[in-house]
């Protein structure tokens, strides 16, 4: 931990409490997350031409990964519930890897940050993609799920080094 911060989701007591944020002003603020799903190459080539027997694979991780981001206070104890304002949720097929590159892009105006709103939409459209294939896939791997950019609020700006 840097030296100066603390956690402000612990009493001095030391028992998890959540953040107050009452009296902190409604800025706007936003965050950014990445994770991948890797998988063979012909998992891949079902989910690109559509021949998952679940459905649109891709579609339906988007729609799922818009959902977690407006439920996370639901899902991650200690998180307030915020009126989001955008929720973008992009996945890129990359043959490279091979895997998909899944992205969320999270907006809000408030008293607190939306980088758990970024990560929790990345975590389940992960899993959506995972759960809509795992039949001709098992191997499949979610990895890497990590903050990429936040801005607004006290802390300012951050971006992840490459």
Not at 10 to 25: C, H, Q
Not at 89 to 96: H, I
Not at 114 to 128: I, N, S
């Amino acid at each position: 931990m840097a030296r100066g911060k603390k956690l402000t989701h612990l009493a001095a007591t030391g028992e998890a409490r959540m953040v107050d944020v009452s009296e902190k002003p409604a800025t706007g603020r936003e965050a950014r997350a990445e994770g991948r799903v890797l998988m063979t190459r012909a998992t891949l080539d079902i989910v690109r031409n559509g021949n998952a027997k679940k459905g649109d694979v891709l579609g339906t991780a988007r729609i799922a990964g818009i959902m977690a981001a407006k439920r996370t206070h639901e899902l991650i104890p200690l998180c307030h519930p915020l009126a989001i304002s955008q929720v973008a949720v992009e996945l890129k097929p990359d043959a490279k890897l091979p895997g998909i590159v899944v992205t969320a892009s999270v907006k809000v105006s408030g008293p607190t940050g939306v980088e758990m709103e970024a990560l929790t939409a990345v975590a389940v459209a992960c899993l959506t993609i995972y759960d809509m294939v795992k039949a001709v896939d098992r191997g499949m791997r979610i990895d890497g799920i990590h903050l990429l950019e936040k801005s607004g609020g006290r802390s300012g700006h951050y971006r992840a080094k490459e």
